[in-house]
């Protein structure tokens, strides 16, 4: 690959902020020990006069949560006439919105969790489900802001506005059913799924901590469980990311109660802009199938590229 001038957008003020972070210097480092020329960028307001003066050849976008993937930053991108990575604007804008995402997705025979989203202040006075349910922000990611409500929990009969949970810092929440089981995951590359990941929180659920802290979690890569179940995560997985239009790579995660079999797997959401830190999953499934951290970066930069001159 000819050595190119590239910017990693990174950091930004979501609450992603640590994990951006993580990612875009783990992109950087592996670009510089391929010789490329790397200007990291932690994003601030000024961010189009900072890429204006990089005048980069290509932009990594190593940003997580708003606005750099909800399609505020690649709308930024496309009006500059820059290459940049992962999902243009649209599939951004509609995969960080899981309302939307079922909306685009449910039609096509894409399995989802029921559920709606509920005012907070509904919340307070009644349950929007039958305990147990999940309530989540619609546009927030690495599970950011998830709370799980239970019989046993001690969010109080309805929840209580005084509990700690996503109610105090959103106005509106995703209401969904509790889906007892086990947590999955597939990357998808280019217009290929890789494998199946099973992720084992040593206690509580796959949460922000859980992702993100060494040691929280056992990752099971690829995943021991059925056949079918595989080739059924692979395949929504691979449908989804085209049907929705993402670029690069993204990475869809699942709940598969093992009870019900098949019919008990179901699509949480997709990320179009997936980790890349030492923990992350797309990296993982990468290297299981003999592909190293550089390589994987340059195969992104390289759809980049490839895009642009499509568009």
């Not at 290297?287 to 195969?299: P, W």
Request: proline share 6%.
């Amino acid at each position: 690959m000819n050595k190119l001038h590239v910017a990693v957008l990174m950091g930004g003020w979501s609450n992603e902020r640590p994990v951006s972070l993580m990612s875009g210097n783990g992109v950087a480092d592996a670009l510089e020990a391929r010789g490329h020329t790397v200007t990291r960028i932690d994003m601030g307001r000024d961010v189009a006069q900072v890429l204006a003066a990089t005048a980069p050849d290509v932009v990594f976008n190593a940003l997580h949560g708003t606005p750099g993937e909800d399609g505020t930053v690649q709308g930024m991108m496309d009006l500059m006439g820059l290459a940049y990575t992962h999902s243009g604007l649209a599939a951004s804008v509609i995969a960080i919105d899981k309302a939307l995402t079922k909306q685009a997705l449910v039609p096509h025979g894409i399995p989802m969790p029921g559920g709606r989203v509920v005012p907070v202040a509904e919340i307070f006075e009644r349950d929007p489900l039958p305990r147990p349910y999940v309530l989540k922000p619609v546009n927030e990611g690495s599970s950011v802001g998830v709370a799980i409500v239970t019989d046993h929990g001690n969010t109080g009969n309805p929840v209580s506005c005084d509990a700690v949970g996503p109610w105090q810092q959103f106005d509106h929440l995703l209401a969904e059913p509790f889906i007892r089981g086990r947590e999955l995951t597939t990357a998808v590359l280019g217009d290929r799924a890789l494998l199946v990941t099973e992720l084992r929180p040593k206690s509580g659920f796959y949460d922000f901590d859980a992702k993100y802290t060494e040691g929280m979690t056992d990752h099971i890569c690829p995943a021991e469980i059925p056949d079918d179940v595989t080739e059924a995560c692979r395949d929504i997985a691979l449908r989804a990311h085209r049907l929705l239009g993402c670029r690069g790579t993204s990475r869809s995660d699942f709940r598969w109660d093992d009870e019900r079999g098949i019919d008990g797997l179901f699509l949480l959401e997709v990320n179009t802009q997936p980790g890349m830190t030492p923990l992350s999953l797309v990296p993982e499934q990468a290297r299981a199938l003999g592909m190293d951290y550089g390589e994987l970066v340059e195969i992104l930069i390289r759809d980049a590229l490839a895009q642009k001159e499509v568009r």
